[in-house]
Every structure is written in structure tokens, then in C-alpha cells.
């Protein structure tokens, strides 16, 4: 006898439906799996053996076939355990078959029959309901992720017997239900808040540009000046995600295995050491994974001590910045991840900290100051918007009772510039900010009277500025228009885009 029962592939952050034949014949008793099985698949009779006995269904001893089509695409992992059950109890009639074909089923099996969770549930839903499938049966601990597609049904089982159950009587499971729209605006804020930082006024107003208009930003300063304390609350002052936002980033930690919740409402701050390989920072591995990059996705990418980065892991950086997505290409097929995060770098001026310090003097040999900062390539640092010295905080300022500008705030004027911009790019697809803009869109809202014009020229003579910069000088001023609710772009904002600009080329980069 033949059955069919339905999984689901994961590839990259989507999953495409897999159709699992099980045939039973009684000429033999071989089992195989063929359909380009990874090892976990392949190891997966024993497990299934000892849970179909451990809930006192019989195991077939006859000759078992288990197709996994299309043969073409590899499946990995544990999580086919369940369909492959399900099927060979179907196959051999101790289950009906009536439903079989309604549903797609994912989870892994320990030998008790347990079912253990999986990765990828929400993806799985997703391509489960734009396959027309009227449900999906999951882990009980899958089911709440699972349940943010609206539009299908969604069962969480605690074991196969349930499963079983299920399939002979689909009234003894009910649907997990979740109210998506409202846990998304039940979402609260505990970040740290920018009052709490004394003084920085410059570094609050460079932050505040970048958040406005999704640029990257270096922070160069010596130890204790507050670069770590300033990036960490610099999510507090980006808009709040929104609920496409937040389902993408979620199917991202739903692939990689790090997801703790139903649903991500906060945007991600993630700050890897700098140890981390440039596989773990940009994905990949044998079945590639999402790395830090993408898991920043729709949030903040925070590399503290860049230069003590190593310098292959930097320059993976470069396309993704641009790109906005990673393309990990393997001999079988291609997967994309998203990456459309900020990065925030923070770094010394030098290895002993205090180049350039008002009150201390910098201990570093002779040429020790520019062999460290080119650990940091030009390309690289062509493609972050603003660089921002970070100065020690005075005696009076730290201990002051002034009170500095809350988040909330900030967070208020950085929104309006947002919408300026969502109205400003709504015919345009796939760009949301200024940082986004192409060179064809950035000429046509970016247009420069004459003495904006002959400024930003001065300025790439003088400072020996690239393209490229120009380009981001042209992109922050806009921002800084925008955060002014300025029409047009004045000479004060090109002025002020430069200096955030030309921090490298006056202390550093000598």
C-alpha cells in the first residue's frame, strides 16, 4: 500500500512543501529512505521503530519505501520523523487515511514517542497556508510560533499517540489560537533611555541623524568617553517595528533555532565578540544558517574594538551593507538572508586609547596610530555615513543635576523624518529610507542650489572625499533636511553632513 503524507523543506528563511511517500510491500523486510535524505533523515528508522512500539503500535516488518520528493532538494534534520511515522502507520492500516492529505506534519521523535520541537516553524506555516493545506500538526512547543499566520490551523501535539488520535478522530486535538495584532501592540520598551547619559550632546545628535535615516555610524573615542553606553540605547530612539517587520525577523530566529517567544516586537540589537569567524557573522556552514547579520535584521549590528576584528570577518561586511541581503552559494543550490540591519562600530584612536585625548597624552610609538586604524579598510569606511569622536565627559558635566533629552524624545522627531521619508519613497519598492536610496533616486530629491554645490565641492577637494562619499554626504543632508522638515536641502545641512564626514581625514587617517 501507498500513502502520502506532507512536510515542509526549509530554504534559507522560506520552506517549500515536501510530499513523503511510504509504500509497504510484503516481498522483504528492507527499509530505505531515498529522495536525497541527510544523515539525520536517514538515521530516523530507529528512532521511529522505538516510538511506534513505545506507544503500542506495531512497527512493519515488511519491505518499506520512504520517497521524499522533489528528489532534488536535500533534507536535513530530525524534524521529518513524524511524517515518515504517520505514513508507514497509514501504509500499514493502523491509522486512517482519510485526512492524510489535508495536513502537513513536522517533528522530531525521541524514543518514547515524544515530540520534541523544530526549527522553522514559522516558514513552514507560512508555505503550509500558501499551499492550501486546511492545517499543520507541530511540537506543543511550535504551536504558538506556528500560530501567527493567520488563516490556517494550526495543532500542537505533545506526542504521536496524540497525532494518532488526531488522524482517527480529528476532535480530540484543538487549534491553538493567537491574537496577533494584539500581543504586537502589547509590545513594551525596557531599553536604556539617552537620559541617562550625561553630556555627548554632538554624539546624541549624530546617533539621532542615523536613526532618522538608517545610516551606519562610526564612534571613535578612548576608553570610558561612553561609545558602548551610547550605541546600547541607540535602539530606543529607531521607530517602533512594525507587524511585517516584526514576522520577518521572527522567521529568521524561527530558522536559526533562537527564537524564545511567538513573536519578535523589539527590533535586535545583536553584539558579537571579536573572536566571531566571518561564517558565524554572515551565515553559511554545510546547511547554511542565518549568521549575525541577518539575525540584526530590521535592527541594530553593534561591533565593539572594530579594528580588533579580524579583517576577513570586516570585509565580508562589504556587499551586505549595500545589498541589504547575504547570498551563500553552495554546489546544490543558493540561499539568501536578509540583512538589512544599521551597524553602529565603536573603536579607539589607537592601541593604547588616547590619541588625541584633551588630558592625557598617548603612549603608542611612532607610526603605531595609523598601522591601527588601517586595520579598517577604505572601502569599509566608505560605506559608514557618519564618523563621530567621542570625547571624555567633564568632572562637571558628569556630576552635574542637568538632565539630558529622554528617548522617547528623540524618538518622536526621528519618527516624523521617517514619514517624510515612507511618502516621500512610497512608489518605490523596497526602499523605506534615505540610506536606501539609489544614485538615480538620491539626484532627483537631492537637488543643490549653487552655494550647496560649491560647499560639498570644496569639501571633496579638500578632504579628497570618494564618490561614494559623496554620495552618503548627499544622503545624510537629506536626512538632516528631513529632521528639520526642510523641503530642500540647505547649505547648514550639507555643512553639518561634512563634519560628520571628516573626522577621519583631519585626527586619524594622516
Known amino acids: 500500500m501507498i500513502v502520502k503524507t506532507y512536510g515542509s523543506a526549509l530554504q534559507s528563511v522560506s520552506a517549500i512543501s515536501i510530499v513523503i511517500e511510504v509504500n509497504v510491500s510484503p516481498k522483504g523486510t528492507r527499509f530505505s529512505i531515498v529522495g536525497l535524505p541527510g544523515s539525520s533523515v536517514k538515521e530516523s528508522e530507529d528512532r521511529i521503530e522505538s516510538a511506534i512500539q513505545n506507544i503500542g503500535c506495531i512497527f512493519p516488518r515488511f519491505r518499506t519505501i520512504v520517497n521524499m520528493a522533489p528528489a532534488n532538494i536535500r533534507k536535513e ?22 485526512n492524510l492529505n489535508h495536513y502537513t506534519l513536522m517533528g522530531e521523535l525521541s524514543l518514547d514517542g515524544t515530540l520534541l520541537p523544530i526549527k522553522g516553524a514559522l516558514p513552514i506555516a507560512v508555505q503550509a497556508k500558501k499551499d492550501g493545506f486546511k492545517g499543520i500538526i507541530l511540537p506543543l512547543q511550535n504551536a504558538k510560533e506556528a500560530s501567527m499566520v493567520d488563516g490556517i490551523k494550526v495543532y500542537g501535539a505533545a506526542d504521536l499517540k496524540e497525532v494518532i488520535d488526531f488522524y482517527n478522530n480529528p476532535k480530540t486535538l484543538r487549534p491553538t489560537n493567537s491574537d496577533v495584532v494584539n500581543i504586537f501592540s502589547q509590545q513594551n520598551s525596557n531599553d536604556p533611555d539617552f537620559n541617562e547619559v550625561k553630556g555627548q550632546y554632538m554624539v546624541k545628535r549624530g546617533l539621532e541623524i542615523a536613526a532618522a535615516g538608517g545610516h551606519n555610524v562610526l564612534l571613535i573615542g578612548p576608553p570610558g568617553a561612553g561609545k558602548t ?4 540605547r541607540f535602539p530606543g530612539i529607531l521607530p517602533p517595528m512594525t ?81 541589504r541581503k547575504v547570498t551563500i552559494s553552495r554546489a546544490s543550490y543558493t540561499a539568501d538572508f536578509p540583512a538589512g540591519f544599521m551597524l553602529i562600530a565603536s573603536m579607539n584612536p589607537c592601541p593604547c586609547g588616547y590619541f588625541n585625548h584633551p588630558d592625557r597624552s598617548c603612549s603608542c610609538p611612532a607610526g603605531a596610530v595609523q598601522r591601527y586604524m588601517r586595520k579598517i579598510s577604505g572601502p569599509l569606511m566608505d560605506r559608514i555615513d557618519l564618523h563621530i569622536e567621542v570625547t571624555p565627559v567633564s568632572h562637571q558635566e558628569l556630576t552635574g543635576l542637568s538632565t539630558s533629552e529622554s528617548s522617547n524624545k528623540i524618538r518622536e ?11 516621500r519613497f512610497n512608489r518605490h519598492k523596497g526602499i523605506y529610507n534615505n540610506a536606501q536610496m539609489h544614485p538615480s533616486l538620491l539626484k532627483k530629491v537631492s537637488q543643490l542650489d549653487t552655494q550647496c554645490a560649491d560647499l560639498l565641492k570644496k569639501a571633496m577637494q579638500t578632504l579628497n572625499l570618494s564618490a561614494r562619499a559623496y554620495d552618503r554626504i548627499l544622503k545624510v543632508s537629506r536626512t538632516i533636511a528631513d529632521l528639520a522638515q526642510s523641503e530642500h536641502i540647505q547649505s547648514d545641512h550639507i555643512a553639518e553632513a561634512i563634519q560628520f564626514r571628516s573626522l577621519d581625514r583631519e585626527n586619524y587617517w594622516m
Open 77 to 98: 534534520g530530525a524534524a521529518y520523523d513524524l511524517p515518515i511515522a504517520i505514513g508507514l502507520l497509514a501504509a500499514s492500516e493502523q491509522i486512517k487515511t482519510d
Open 229 to 232: 553606553m551610547l550605541a546600547k
Open 243 to 323: 507587524l511585517p517587520e516584526a514576522l520577518e525577523t521572527t522567521k529568521i530566529y524561527s530558522v536559526a533555532g533562537k527564537l524564545d517567544c511567538s513573536l519578535i516586537t523589539k527590533r535586535p540589537f545583536r553584539s558579537p565578540h571579536h573572536t566571531i569567524s566571518d561564517t558565524a557573522l554572515v551565515g553559511g556552514g554545510v546547511t547554511p544558517q542565518p549568521g549575525e547579520i541577518s539575525l540584526a535584521h530590521n535592527g541594530v549590528l553593534f561591533l565593539d574594538e572594530l579594528p580588533e576584528f579580524k579583517r576577513t570577518v570586516l570585509e565580508v561586511m562589504r556587499q551586505p551593507i549595500e545589498e
Open 413 to 423: 522627531r526621528v519618527i516624523a523624518a521617517r514619514n517624510i521619508q515612507k511618502q
